[in-house]
């Protein structure tokens, strides 16, 4: 009974240990921010140029509160323009898949759409939706879109074709080949581009407030670089990355947990 409980706690202490890239990957990090912290220091670096590390998280602790106001309305931004231009980009692709005559339609218009910059779109969408976070999300859903259109459109695509005919031959419908074959299928490449789509969101959030916004991380940054505060813009900008990682975590995480066989 006592080796049988040993082993289930050995289990979860394994289950909850970080794995070896993990391991390496925060070691990178803190060797990264050492080495960051003794060239500025060491070479008496002005702040404008690269402050230290501890000026950055001293800024971080005395503007906490400000900074996770700032971090809360971004991240909000990031994750409903997140999922809106999923919704569109899978919906998409999901039309795509089940009107093949589409497809000649829609792919020239979405590669277009894409060819123009996202930030070129900035004027128009502040102007059309404002200075609030409506524009913002816009922004976001614009650029995240057509990187889940083609992401869940290739999974979809590289079903063999083998297995749908043998289905076909069966009697499955296109429905049934849809939900049984095709979405498998597609799961592992469309998380692929969701995991790439969490840091352009926060990116993009960023960005267009910076150009125009009334709260946010970006628009902390603006009046720091405004004021010649530095220190203040890199606070913001380590707030900002946090935030992003965190997003990929949790993508990360639902990835795990729904793709078991991957």
Known sequence: MSAVIGTGSGASRKRWMPSVAAQRGLLGAILLLALWEGVARGFDLPAYTLPTVSSILARVAAQRQALAGAAVV??????????????????????????????RVVLPVAT??????????SPLILLW???????KVVMVALA????????ALAGMDRVDRKVVDLMR??????????WRIRVPAALPLTFAGLRVATARSVLIAVVTEMLGANAGLGQLIYQAVVQIDFVQVWSAVLVASAASLFFF???????????FWN
């Open 74 to 103: 971004t991240l909000f931004e990031a994750v409903a323009g997140y999922l809106l231009g999923a919704s569109i980009g899978i919906a998409l692709a999901v039309l795509v898949v089940l009107q093949p005559r589409t497809r």
């Open 112 to 121: 277009a759409f894409n060819s123009v910059p996202v930030i070129a779109w």
């Open 129 to 135: 939706f404002g200075m609030g976070m409506s524009s």
């Open 144 to 151: 995240i879109s057509f990187t889940l259109f083609l992401s």
């Open 169 to 178: 031959s069966f009697g499955a419908g296109g429905g049934s080949i849809f």
């Open 249 to 259: 975590g949790l993508v990360s995480y639902a990835e795990r947990r729904l793709i």
